[in-house]
Every structure is written in structure tokens, then in C-alpha cells.
């Protein structure tokens, strides 16, 4: 059986990939690493949530804590507030964990639940996804989760999952408030 590094960007978005990964005959182990999502009582939420969906269907999940926050926050304000860019930063810094430790632990692939939003570059994480597969010899397995948007979100609220508002950074969540007048 095909291992493979799943990384979970959150609970509701890791329910249909795990799902359709399962069945495609691989053994899936979750990984969370997500230092991009602020305030940290907002991480600690997501990450509590997503440690309850792998209990509850009995996924193993590997969570990496590390929360470089400056360092995330000096690669972003790098990139100035321009979305493309600054979600470029993000999603490789996330998938450049996963496939360094896809590798050191052995697995035959790596990828990502970032495939299933439809509110993410998709293709920029596909590309990302390559190259870090070739960087570090890992094989990235690139599927479009996205056709199973409706499927996932059936299931998360079957869960009783956590539903967040923003993406995850304080940039995203001013854009998700901003249209609210005040
Ligand atoms: S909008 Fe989302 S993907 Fe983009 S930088 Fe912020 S947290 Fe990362």
C-alpha cells in the first residue's frame, strides 16, 4: 500500500481528500503545520478541530506546533499586501514542511487539502507542489479536490466541524470584514 503525507490545512477542508484518498487505496497519514493562521487563540481552534476530526476517523496525524510568527509575518510583509504573492509565500512555506518531513519519514507522497479550496490558487499549488517534490525526491500526488467541494462540506457539517471565516492570516481577515460597514 502507497503512503501518503496529507497536509491538512484545516478540519473542514481535509474531509474529502482524506475521504477519496482512502479509497484510491492509500494509507494516509495527516500532517498540520500552519503557522499562517492568526491570532493564535484562532490557530489553537483550528488545530483543536482538526486533531478531533483525525480522532474521529481514526486518521494518524503528525502535528508540527512550530509557530515562526515573525518570520511569517516579515515573508508576507516582504511581499507587500498583494494577495498572488503574499499566498505564494504561505502555501510553499506550509508544502515545504510537508515534503521535508514526507521524505524524512519515508512516504511515497506528499500533498496537500490547499487542492480543495476553491478560494486558492490552485494551479500556483500545483506547481509549488512539483517543484518540492523534485527538491526534495518525494513524489507530489496532484488530484483536484475541488470536484468534491459540496461532498466535503456536507460531511464537515455532518461532523459538527469548525467553520472558519477567513483564510488565516490578519490579512485575509480584513478582507473577509471589510465589506461590513461599520
Ligand atoms: S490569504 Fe491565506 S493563503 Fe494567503 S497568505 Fe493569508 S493565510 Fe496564507
New binding site residues.
Given amino acids: 500500500m502507497k503512503r501518503i503525507l496529507l497536509h491538512i490545512c484545516c478540519a473542514g477542508c481535509a474531509c474529502y481528500p482524506y475521504q477519496k484518498l482512502k479509497e484510491e487505496g492509500f494509507e494516509v497519514v495527516g500532517f498540520w503545520y500552519n503557522p499562517?493562521i492568526q491570532p493564535y487563540e484562532e490557530y489553537r481552534r483550528r488545530l483543536m478541530a482538526t486533531g478531533y476530526f483525525a480522532q474521529a476517523t481514526s486518521l494518524k496525524l503528525i502535528t508540527d506546533t512550530d509557530y515562526p510568527l515573525k518570520n511569517f509575518l516579515k515573508g508576507?510583509l516582504a511581499k507587500e499586501e498583494a494577495?498572488e504573492v503574499?499566498?505564494s509565500f504561505?502555501?510553499e512555506m506550509r508544502m515545504e514542511r510537508a515534503a521535508r518531513s514526507a521524505k524524512e519519514r519515508g512516504f511515497d507522497y506528499f500533498t496537500t487539502t490547499l487542492l480543495y479550496s476553491k478560494f486558492?490558487q490552485h494551479n500556483l499549488i500545483k506547481e509549488l507542489g512539483e517543484k518540492l517534490g523534485e527538491k526534495y525526491d518525494v513524489n507530489f500526488y496532484y488530484e483536484d479536490f475541488r470536484e468534491g467541494w459540496k461532498e466535503g462540506i456536507t460531511l464537515s457539517k455532518k461532523m459538527g466541524l469548525y467553520r472558519q471565516q477567513y483564510?488565516?492570516?490578519i490579512?485575509?481577515e480584513k478582507e473577509r470584514y471589510s465589506e461590513y460597514t461599520l
Wanted: aromatic share 16%; with cysteine; charged share 15%.
Fill in positions: 499562517n508576507i494577495k503574499r499566498c504561505c502555501y486558492q483564510c488565516g492570516c490579512f485575509s
